[in-house]
């Protein structure tokens, strides 16, 4: 009897069911177009028309209340960001800080681009050095083997015996 009377009690407070009646198909068509723009607070990276969360129903509501009041797309826009910030905005506006936000990516693809471009620029096939002729000395060694006095031999050798 306890839980029967506890149950009744707790079910006064509970938060309604959220999934308002939809409106004409004109407001309607508003309603999913707006929801598009606003980010599920539970959800990563969906809208709240695209989530199934009861957060994003409740919020899906609020935006269907606030269309039948006859406020404007951009009103409405306000309205979550007065409450949850601009993270509530699936795109935020691009100004002040969120111009990074915008435009960093492409300022780094330019940028490892151009250090890409100067690397492959900065030593073309002309500049390197011909080679020398082969003395008949070299000619007549077996391939595979550097003569005596190689420069950078040496530096290899000297560089293992370390």
Do not use: H
Not at 50 to 74: F, H, I
Not at 104 to 125: D, H, K, N, S
Request: charged fraction near 25%; proline fraction near 9%.
């Amino acid at each position: 009897m306890k839980a029967l009377v506890l149950g009744l009690v707790l079910a006064a407070y509970a938060p309604q069911q959220a999934g308002s009646t939809p409106l004409d198909p004109q407001r309607e068509a508003r309603v999913q177009a707006l929801g598009k723009q606003l980010r599920c607070p539970m959800c990563q990276g969906l809208s709240i028309a695209d989530s199934n969360a009861s957060a994003a129903r409740a919020q899906m509501d609020k935006v269907r209340e606030l269309v039948a009041a006859g406020r404007t797309d951009e009103q409405i826009r306000g309205y979550f960001t007065s409450r949850y910030g601009e993270w509530a905005l699936l795109e935020p506006e691009a100004s002040g800080m969120n111009l990074l936000v915008w435009f960093l990516p492409l300022l780094l693809l330019m940028g490892g681009g151009y250090a890409i471009a100067r690397t492959v620029r900065r030593r073309p096939a002309s500049a390197l050095p011909a080679p020398a002729p082969e003395p008949e000395a070299e000619k007549a060694r077996e391939p595979g083997q550097a003569p005596p006095d190689d420069p950078w031999l040496e530096a290899v050798r000297a560089e293992l015996r370390r």
